[in-house]
T-cell receptor, first 114, second 114 residues
Framework: EAGVAQSPRYKIIEKRQSVAFWCNPI?????LYWYQQILGQGPKLLIQ????????DSQLPKDRFSAERLKGVDSTLKIQPAKLEDSAVYLC????????????FGQGTRLTVV | DQQVKQNSPSLSVQEGRISILNCDYT??????FLWYKKYPAEGPTFLIS?????DKNEDGRFTVFLNKSAKHLSLHIVPSQPGDSAVYFC?????????????FGKGTKLSVKP
């Protein structure tokens, strides 16, 4: 069974530029999460999708971050414009449902904003 | 306001001995707890979980204990092996509803010395 796929693995951009990350979840997983992990911290949820609908985006900085999962499968997360404090690893995860089932994580995208 | 706390940033253990990683939580609505293991440059991988209706769950060398009255859980690894060296994250969630996202602690870096 293929795992959660993310691309790119690494990205370096200048502040005020835009960037996009892509995630393909495990086949059949209805729930998709985007997490931000700053160095030395645990992952923090940015947005959660159930199929193509947003379940929770309360911690997404909506002035600069956006995410979509149009067909209920793969998803993109965009930052525009980027700030220095956005430097982090962006993790995508998926799970069968949104109740007590474990989430499976991709390898993440390490973003450096200079 | 950190709802899930891992107060030990690091732990060093000799191979063959027991590793005990601790986690405290503040939100009494949490009723499902998970441990994730993370190697450098990889996403977190699910290790073991426990529901609040149990006080212990065992899977091979890994056992998780839950003390609801103290809002405390611990992960025991015995015997510890060098391959167990990684960062361990404790995570918690509320069962059901739309709030199915995971709240993570900051992680504990375990080093198992040969």
């Amino acid at each position: 069974e293929a795992g959660v796929a993310q691309s790119p693995r690494y990205k370096i951009i200048e502040k005020r530029q835009s960037v996009a990350f892509w995630c393909n979840p495990i086949s059949g997983h209805a729930t998709l999460y985007w997490y931000q992990q700053i160095l030395g911290q645990g992952p923090k949820l940015l947005i959660q999708f159930q199929n193509n609908g947003v379940v929770d985006d309360s911690q997404l900085p909506k002035d600069r971050f956006s995410a979509e999962r149009l067909k209920g499968v793969d998803s993109t997360l965009k930052i525009q414009p980027a700030k220095l404090e956005d430097s982090a690893v962006y993790l995508c995860a998926s799970s069968l449902g949104h109740t007590n089932t474990e989430a499976f994580f991709g390898q993440g995208t390490r973003l450096t904003v200079v | 306001d950190q709802q899930v706390k891992q107060n030990s940033p690091s732990l060093s253990v000799q191979e063959g001995r027991i590793s005990i990683l601790n986690c405290d939580y503040t939100n009494s609505m949490f009723d499902y707890f998970l441990w994730y293991k993370k190697y450098p440059a990889e996403g977190p991988t699910f290790l073991i979980s426990i529901s609040s209706i149990k006080d212990k769950n065992e899977d091979g060398r890994f056992t998780v204990f839950l003390n609801k009255s103290a809002k405390h859980l611990s992960l025991h690894i015995v015997p510890s092996q060098p391959g167990d060296s990684a960062v361990y994250f404790c995570a918690a969630k509320r069962y059901g509803g739309s709030q199915g996202n995971l709240i993570f602690g900051k992680g504990t870096k375990l080093s198992v010395k040969p």
